[in-house]
């Protein structure tokens, strides 16, 4: 099993970027495809971006396409969002998830952050 948690949310303006951190505990990181997904007030959870255990392979959501970028280090139990030209519709909670395989889906995954405030302004 892994334990995550996600670091680096804040307040931006539009426009500006942010860098999320989520960072696994255990010795199973590297065998797991990780994902990020959001929570914005009154809605459900939706996909953000995905990466594969040996991080050749990434998915993202038309919405964040072009814009963020998923990365992860394994030899550090880590993985990143790298979030570039914030809109105020990206205003969410983020939560980072670890699962078998790199899937789209929320129940495709096993374990999940407790998540961090992402807010932008307009």
């Known amino acids: 099993q892994v334990q995550l948690v996600e670091s680096g949310g804040g307040l931006v303006q539009a426009g500006g970027s942010l860098r999320l951190s989520c960072a696994a505990s255990?010795?199973?990181?590297?065998?797991?495809?990780m994902a990020w997904f959001r929570r914005a007030p009154g809605k459900e959870r939706e996909f953000v971006a995905t990466i594969s255990a040996g991080g050749g392979g990434t998915t993202y959501a038309d919405s964040v396409k072009g814009r963020f970028t998923i990365s992860r280090d394994n030899s550090k139990n880590t993985v990143h969002l790298e979030m570039n030209s914030l809109k105020p519709e990206d205003t969410a909670v983020y939560y980072c998830?670890?699962?078998?395989?790199?899937?789209?889906?929320?129940?495709?995954?096993?374990?999940w952050g407790q998540g961090t405030q992402v807010t932008v302004s307009s």
């Open positions: 998830a670890a699962g078998a395989y790199r899937r789209t889906v929320e129940r495709g995954y096993d374990y």
């Open positions: 255990g010795r199973t990181f590297s065998s797991y495809a």
